[in-house]
């Protein structure tokens, strides 16, 4: 929000933002946590609940703060760029925030009390001795400038800054002394190494240029309030530079306000623009003061909170800080009012005059004006220049001071005083356009061309295209420079052209956008050199868009016959090959099919273009030899059919990419074409051609092909590239069908073994018609689809019984069983038979061959072999069962072979016995253990007794779990044999074990106990086995539990936890305690009573008998869960255990025990300190009302949580307990609210104090309203509205019990709190616009900024406050609001001077129109007012349409006067049509020659009816000024206005008006004016006519002098034209005398022209010789117009 103060002040002031609006507490905003050390961030520590944060504010971004978890002690943002140098501790950093990464870091050695960038890369660092630099370059550590002065100790350091060229430091501290604010001050001098120690408190460092001097003085200025007043000191430091004089040392007085007796200076800052110091004091005052005479210009107060934190506003050149409560200000000059500020407040016109001049300000123009006048009037002229010189704003730099001192007189031996006034121009910077050519002039004519250079160079004059034709005559080069620098385009491509820098005449022109004639240009370049016009076009059309039209390039190559230098132009123009280029693609390559096909060739090959005319070119390429090209570009098939047959012109590799770009129909013709053509010369290419593209034309089109044409070597090639990919079953049989007319047997080999796509019967009836003399492929074939019967049967027919040895012996053994029985079936020799199977030694199925032999039944055909199989020693089982079914076959001892024999397959074998003999079966079963056939085939037939002693030998629980199934129907004579022979055969115990589980897995419990008694009680090996016991007593448990007591009493050997265990979970409690009791596990046995059988009296008898603690222990917890609460702790003291101490606490607090629970803690205690033990005690003893103990309990050692027991005692309401709980903790928040329910306030209070917590606060502040104690609610209140969050209950609790009184009283009071907040501000004028509207208006003057405005002008609206509304409308920026308020509401609301201010800053215009509707019904008076404050942005037509709607267009004239210089038509007729009512003719005709914008025919017309003359006369000045010359002239006549009609007539040029109004003068007798006529339309009248006229009417004297006029002008053209003609005779006659000499003429060079564009005479430009008229045009045939031929003493009038 900016805002301007209230009158013509000399600064600025605007707030930038609120930092607590960003999201900032106030509480971080503080010298402390806020550091600004430019005007471009903040940087804010603050700390959100327990995370700690920085907060960087980007003034240009205000809106998007930034928030970094980072926890420092210090933060300072780099004044120009996002890094940042935070301090932890010793430890010093700086990150770079945007790049998220460290860029240096230290380690201090001692601690850092202060530090701050004091340039870009500079931080300084201050210690408690001395002072550091760090640099941010390299990798250099901080560097020890100077120490701390003695004068310094003790000081808090504020400031520490540096000249701009770093060789003075000042370090700035405060210290309380005297009860005041002292400063201290350390000023360093680099060079001499030395400090002086400086009583001060704000000081700043400038540069400032002394009045005469040539260089900068460094200026040292510090301000210091001690008791005896306020001081402010400027200096020089150090030595003067060489030429300057040295600064006069100043010192003033520095103003301090009565009310502000302890104000004292806290920053100050300088202006290099304003050359003025800003100095801020604690309270908020700015003080402003001139650099060089130390003048006070203005003192105000600017902030009611001090401003901590200041730095350089450099967008203003001002300051910008920081207040404590958050704003963020900046105070500049305001350069409109600061002169007149100075010179009519201060009444100081030499400073005025001297900070003019000095900083470019307005406000002195008259002062300057007037000084010059004077001293140029005195002849003064050197001391005038500098005055005008230094004027501001240029206000004397003008043509006309120029011309005073060009005609000044230069005294002899002197500088003239035009040189005086450009020298010093010149020494104080750059001359103006006029300047610039005023004094070159004299320079140009010495030809000093060094001096223009020098002051070019220097940036001394202003370019100009004047300038530049001056230069130009001595230096094109030079000249170029300036026309470049003055933005002339057509000079400076001139320019270019004339040196031929053609290069740069595109880039200049793109870069002032302008547009020459491109092709002019080019032809003008391509006579002088093609090479240049070929640059020069490709830089035509290097831009995305070409500067000119191709096709008019492409011409002007065409011309010259440039085709090598058109071609290369058009590649690089073409490259883009777009379509609307396509005529210029044909072009191109027909121009070079033509003369150069090879670059044609090329330019095809790169593949640039595809929008030309292809059918075109492809003709061309054919008959240019191009065979290639011309088939890329034909479509139709014809063409190609005709073109690619010729495949010995053409690249192979080509020619089969080529055929990619054809259908697939086309394909094929041209194949067959290519086949019919020359089958020979293009088989190879056609192969080619259907391999790569067979998937396309299709596999079998392409067979069809070659088959028409016979071509088996074709076929072959083509399919044998295809056929190891092809998956056609077809391809492959008519591949080897091709082989195999072709011969390739090794290949038809190949095929039939590796392929597996052909059909293997149409393969094998084809070989077998083919007769091959090799029969392999046929075997193979045979062999791979398993048709080795039809190939035995095949060969053994055609006596080939040597190819199926073959086949068995060396293709495929394993085939062996099927050729074996082949023969068979034919009836082979069974000699012959054999002697192949002896023969065969490579791998067979064994179980095969047997199989083809039994089922034949001649298995003993296989014997011999066998048996030698057997004696080579083999393992193969399929041998040893072959051998042993021919031993059962002939029952030769084979149930020795069976047993002893152990590599044949038993399944196999005994799957053979099974209906053979049982027995042989079982035998073969059991040796392979073969569990399921072992189980069925004695089943089968009723082998139980073996299959009972099997099962125990075996031990297989899963084999037990299926013969013991209930689905076994043989089961019961199973377990009948296990039971009378398997068990009593075995001695093992695990056969045993394996086989009692299995009868439990079984569910067999009858007869396990049956099996079991037997083994265990009867007195067997077996008797004392353990697990057998507890085998036994468990079956019993789930079996027969009558016998289980019986059990446990006769066995000794069991495992009795575990059985106790299973008798609970199967309950059998009586045997589980008799189990405990026998072994004395008396814990468990009681437990057995207490939880099994539940009798606790019969478990007291126990616990009574063995009086053990654990069992008394258990005992206890029984007792105490059946709520035996007395006597449960009497049996926990027995126990003398502690240990359930919270269960008991719990119950006994439940049941309301508490002296028995005292009891039970005092004994827990002694064993154990729990903090636990030693909380409830203390609780009981408050319980019980023991507050003595409790008091002295508390007092002594312990661990209890007292804080917990006094909430436990609140909550019970024993105040007096909890009371003593809090005190003795310390514990301030909860006393105090224990004593407001004791009634004692006071104390609550004093208690709340102690605490400081702001619910402990709340709730005591609330106890005393609710009890009518309001001045105790008022000291607690106090402390709860500096927290915002707390307000809105404090205010709610008031408000519900209807004390508004006393919280206005209460929230008045807060203001003052130095905490006081937005929150507390607002509420009050809330309650004010409810209760006390009266002291609204003034509380919100005085706190408007700290109030929240949007809350608050909803309060006020719906109080009806409609004047304090208009005030938060306003300060609120909403002028729109603001506005409409005050229209409805004017009694209370409207306000003159406020209204007009605020309706200029509205943003909806609507309003203006509201406003001025308003005015009209409720102060009409001041309507106008209004208008001039509304006009800047008043739609003018719209309002003055309004004004005539109502009717009140005279009430609004002095602002239709005031906005007329707008020239706005509506204005302009309105204006017009009221002094036509007021008949004021003088008004009308000047506002019509000012203002032209109306409508001037319906003017005229209206006016020419007109009563009054001058009126009419206006009416002919209308049509006149619109080129309505007859009806102006004749309006003129008809009111004898003659000198009118005359001076119309001359400028209306028209040669019969003028001879017209000649003729009627002479018709009305006015001779006189016939004479005046004359003289006025002189260039008009025609001789002729008027001596005819003056003749006829007699009056000769008065045409004379027009007469003679003419002839003189006459005489002079004839004079001229006898001239010329004698001197074009003479130069004839020279001619004819020389000697005619035939030479070669040289070619045209472009030469510079006088006029005209680019080097050349532009089009119709007459010669140099002709006479120019100020257009640069010739005169009519050639003259010069003449002077008045009258002279000055003819007047008619």
């Known amino acids: ?48 609940g327990e995370t700690a944060q920085v907060v960087i504010i980007d003034l240009n971004d ?113 210290l309380a002394q005297e009860n005041r604010v002292a400063g201290r001050m350390q000023l360093y001098s680099v060079e001499r190494k030395v400090s002086q120690p400086i009583e001060g408190h704000a000081a700043c460092f400038t540069q400032f240029k002394v009045e005469g001097n040539k260089e900068l003085s460094t200026l040292f200025s510090f301000s210091v309030r001690g008791p005896a007043g306020g001081k402010l000191h400027i200096i020089e430091v150090g030595t003067p530079q060489t030429g300057n004089q040295p600064y006069s040392k100043k010192a003033v007085d520095v103003f301090y306000p009565a009310e502000a007796q302890n104000d004292f200076p806290v920053a100050m800052q300088s202006s290099k623009k304003y050359n003025v110091f800003y100095l801020i004091t604690k309270y908020g005052y700015i003080h402003i003061y001139d650099v060089d005479t130390a003048t006070c210009l203005f003192m105000n107060r600017i902030s009611a909170d001090t401003i901590f934190v200041t730095a350089p506003h450099d967008p203003t050149s001002g300051i910008i800080g920081v207040n404590r409560k958050g704003q963020v200000l900046s105070v500049t000059i305001d350069e409109e009012n600061l002169v007149p500020y100075v010179t009519n407040t201060l009444n100081n016109q030499e400073l005025a005059y001297k900070m003019a001049s000095r900083s470019n300000l307005p406000g002195a123009d008259q002062l300057f004006v007037n000084r010059f006048n004077t001293l140029f009037q005195q002849g003064n002229y050197s001391e005038a220049a500098k005055v005008a010189a230094s004027a501001p704003r240029g206000i004397l730099r003008t043509p006309q001071a120029i011309q005073r001192f060009t005609q000044v007189p230069t005294v002899p031996g002197q500088t003239s005083p035009l040189l005086q006034y450009f020298g010093i121009l010149l020494d104080q910077g750059k001359l103006n356009k006029y300047e610039s050519i005023e004094l070159c002039k004299p320079v140009i004519q010495q030809g000093k061309k060094q001096l223009l250079e020098k002051w070019l160079k220097e940036e001394k004059l202003e370019p100009s295209e004047e300038l530049g034709d001056l230069i130009k005559t001595i230096d094109s080069t030079l000249a170029l420079s300036v026309y470049l620098r003055a933005v002339v385009p057509m000079k400076v491509i001139q320019c270019f052209v004339e040196t031929g820098q053609y290069q740069k005449i595109v880039l200049y022109a793109k870069k002032v956008n302008y547009q020459p004639d491109y092709i002019y240009l080019l032809r003008c370049i391509m006579r002088m050199s093609p090479d240049s016009g070929v640059q020069f076009a490709n830089l035509l059309v290097n831009e995305s868009e070409p500067l000119a039209d191709l096709n008019q390039i492409v011409d002007v190559f065409m011309e010259y016959n440039l085709i090598q230098q058109c071609t290369a132009f058009l590649l690089e123009a073409l490259k883009n090959n777009r379509e609307s280029e396509g005529y210029l693609q044909t072009r191109l390559l027909e121009m070079n099919l033509i003369s150069a096909p090879q670059v044609a060739d090329a330019i095809l090959g790169n593949q640039m273009f595809s929008h030309y005319d292809k059918a075109h070119i492809a003709q061309l390429c054919e008959k240019a030899g191009l065979l290639q090209r011309a088939l890329e570009h034909y479509t139709d098939l014809y063409d190609i059919k005709r073109a690619v047959v010729h495949t010995h012109l053409l690249s192979p590799e080509w020619l089969v990419q080529y055929f990619s770009t054809l259908s697939v129909q086309d394909s094929l013709e041209c194949l067959k074409a290519m086949l019919q ?55 492959h049989f008519k591949y080897i069908q091709a082989a195999c007319k072709t011969g390739q047997i090794k290949e038809v080999e190949r095929i039939c073994r590796e392929s597996n796509c052909f059909d293997p019967e149409r393969v094998k009836n084809f070989l077998k018609e083919a007769k091959l003399s090799d029969q392999l492929p046929l075997i193979i074939v045979c062999d791979r689809f398993n048709f080795v019967h039809d190939l035995v049967l095949y060969l053994y027919r055609n006596q080939s019984v040597k190819y199926i040895e073959i086949y068995v012996q060396k293709v495929n053994p394993s085939r062996l069983p099927v050729v074996v029985g082949g023969l068979l079936d034919v009836d082979c020799s069974e000699d012959q038979i054999k002697q192949m199977i002896m023969s065969v030694r490579g791998q067979f199925s064994v179980d095969e061959l047997v199989e ?167 007195n067997s090996v077996f008797s004392d086995h353990r697990n057998l016991q507890n085998l036994l007593i468990l079956t019993a448990i789930k079996a027969d539990r009558s016998r289980v007591m019986e059990y446990i009493n006769r066995l000794d050997n069991y495992d009795a936890p575990d059985i106790a265990n299973i008798a609970i979970s199967s ?95 005092v004994m827990a205690r002694k064993k154990a300190r729990e903090t636990f033990i030693e909380t409830e005690l203390i609780f009981a003893y408050a319980k019980t009302n023991r507050l003595a103990e ?116 209460l929230l008045e009071a807060a203001l003052g709190l130095e905490r006081a907040h937005m929150g507390m501000f607002t509420e009050l004028a809330i309650l004010y616009s409810k ?165 001037n025919i319906s003017l005229a017309q209206r006016l020419e009816k007109h009563e009054l003359i001058e009126f009419r006369r206006i009416s002919a000045y209308l049509y006149k000024g619109n080129n309505r010359w007859k009806q102006a002239i004749e309006l003129c006549k008809a009111d004898r206005l003659y000198k009118d009609a005359m001076s119309y007539a001359s400028e209306s040029k028209q040669v019969e008006l003028a001879e017209d109004l000649i003729s009627w003068f002479l018709d009305e007798k006015l001779y006189e004016c016939f004479g005046a006529c004359l003289y006025q339309c002189y260039d008009l009248l025609r001789s002729d006519v008027i001596l005819e006229l003056a003749w006829r009417h007699n009056i000769m004297d008065f045409a004379m002098p ?92």
């Open 1067 to 1161: 309950e059998l409690y009586e045997e589980a305690f008799a189990i405990y009791k026998k072994f004395e596990v008396n814990t468990s046995a009681v437990q057995v009573l207490i939880d099994n059988v539940k009798n606790l009296d019969r478990a007291y008898e126990f616990a009574e008998r063995c009086n053990e603690p654990g069992v008394w222990n258990l005992l206890a917890g029984a007792q105490l869960k059946a709520g035996l609460v007395k006597e449960s702790i009497d049996s926990f003291i027995k126990a003398d255990d502690p240990s359930s101490y919270m269960e008991v606490v719990n119950v006994a607090s439940a049941n309301n025990n508490w002296e028995e629970l005292v009891k039970y803690l």
């Open 852 to 1018: 083809e032999v039994e089922k034949r039944n001649r298995m003993k055909l296989l014997l011999p072999w066998l048996e030698t199989r057997i004696h080579e020693g083999t393992n193969d089982p399929a041998i040893h069962n072959a051998l042993a079914k021919i031993y059962i076959d002939s029952n030769n001892n084979p149930e020795k072979f069976l047993k002893e024999n152990q590599l044949y397959d038993s399944r196999v074998v005994g799957k053979y016995c099974e209906k053979r003999d049982p027995h042989l079966a079982f035998v073969a079963y059991e040796r392979g253990q073969c569990d399921q056939e072992l189980i069925k085939v004695c089943n089968e037939n009723s082998l139980f007794k073996s299959e009972a002693r099997y099962l125990v030998r075996r031990r297989d629980p899963e084999l037990w779990a299926t013969v013991l199934s209930e689905d076994n129907q043989f089961r019961r004579q199973l377990i009948d044999q296990v039971v009378q022979t398997a068990l009593n055969e075995t001695q093992d115990p695990e056969d045993i074990s394996v086989t009692v589980k299995s009868f439990m897995s079984a569910d067999l419990r009858s007869e396990l106990i049956e099996v079991l008694e037997k083994i265990v009680l009867d």
């Open 677 to 731: 053509a020359n089958i020979r010369q293009n088989l190879q290419v056609c192969v080619q051609i259907a391999i790569k593209y067979h998937e396309q034309l299709t596999t079998q089109a392409l067979i069809d092909i070659f088959e028409s044409f016979k071509s088996y070597e074709g076929l072959f090639y083509f399919l044998g590239s295809i056929v190891n990919y092809s998956q056609e079953s077809d391809v």
């Open 1331 to 1495: 209760y006390k509207p009266q002291k609204m208006r003034e509380h919100l003057e005085l706190f408007w900024s700290r109030v929240n405005i949007p809350k608050v002008l909803r309060a006020a609206e719906q109080a009806h406050l409609w004047s304090e509304l208009v005030f938060l409308y306003d300060k609120y920026e909403e002028y729109d609001n603001a506005i409409l308020s005050m229209i409805a509401h004017p009694t209370e609301a409207w306000r003159e001077n406020h209204f007009k201010d605020v309706i200029t800053k509205v943003a909806n215009i609507e309003l203006y129109y509201k406003a001025i509707q308003f005015y009209l019904d409720y102060k009409p008076m001041l309507l106008n007012d209004l208008l001039t404050v509304l006009s800047p942005r008043l739609d003018h037509t719209r309002a003055v349409a309004y004004f005539v709607k109502v009717n009140q267009l005279p009430l609004v004239k002095p602002y239709l006067r005031s906005v007329q210089n707008n020239n706005n038509k509506s204005i302009n007729e309105a204006l017009n049509n009221l002094l036509i009512e007021e008949e004021d003719f003088q008004g009308l005709r000047t506002s019509i020659d000012a203002y032209d914008n109306f409508d």
């Open 1190 to 1305: 409790l008091e002295e309990f508390i007092s002594g050692p312990n661990h209890a949580q007292i804080l917990v027991v006094g909430d436990r005692c609140f909550e019970s309401k024993m105040y007096e307990a909890a009371k003593i709980l809090y005190n003795n903790i310390s514990n301030y928040a909860k006393l105090a609210i224990t004593l407001c329910h004791m009634d004692d306030f006071q104390g609550a209070v004093e208690s709340a104090r102690k605490a400081n917590s702001t619910k402990t606060w709340k709730e005591v502040c609330f106890a005393c309203v609710e009890h009518g104690e309001f001045r105790l609610a008022q000291m607690c209140g106090l402390n709860i509205v500096v927290h915002a969050d707390e307000l809105e209950d404090l205010i709610n609790h008031y408000q519900d019990r209807g004390y508004f009184e006393e919280l206005i009283q």
């Open 62 to 174: 205000v809106s998007n703060p930034i928030r970094r978890p980072i926890t420092a002690d210090s933060a300072i943002m780099h004044p120009t760029s996002k890094v940042i140098a935070l301090k932890a501790s010793r430890t010093l950093q700086i990150f770079n925030i945007e790049m998220k990464s460290k860029m240096k870091a230290y380690n201090m050695t001692e601690d850092c009390l202060f530090w701050k960038w004091i340039s870009v890369n500079t931080i300084g660092i201050v210690t408690e001795t001395a002072v550091y630099h760090w640099s941010m370059e390299g990798d250099s550590n901080p560097v020890k400038v100077f120490d701390r002065h003695p004068t310094l100790q003790g000081c808090q350091i504020i400031n520490y800054r540096c000249d701009h060229s770093m060789n003075w430091f000042l370090l700035i501290g405060i």
């Open 1602 to 1693: 027009f007469m003679i006029q003419t002839m003189r002008e006459f005489s002079t053209r004839i004079e001229k034209l006898e001239q010329a003609e004698k001197v074009r005779s003479e130069e004839d006659k020279e001619q004819e005398q020389k000697p005619i000499v035939f030479e070669q003429q040289p070619q045209l060079m472009i030469t510079a022209a006088p006029v005209g564009g680019f080097g050349m005479p532009a089009a119709g430009m007459p010669p140099a010789s002709l006479p120019q008229t100020p257009f640069g045009q010739p005169t009519p045939f050639g003259y010069a117009p003449q002077p008045n031929p009258y002279g000055q003493q003819f007047n008619p009038y």
């Open 1 to 48: 929000m900016a805002s301007t103060t209230a009158g013509a002040l000399p600064i600025k002031f605007q707030e930038h933002m609120q930092l607590t609006n960003a999201g900032v507490n106030v509480a971080n905003i503080g010298f402390s946590t806020l550091t600004m050390e430019s005007d471009k961030f903040i940087c804010i520590r603050e700390k959100v």
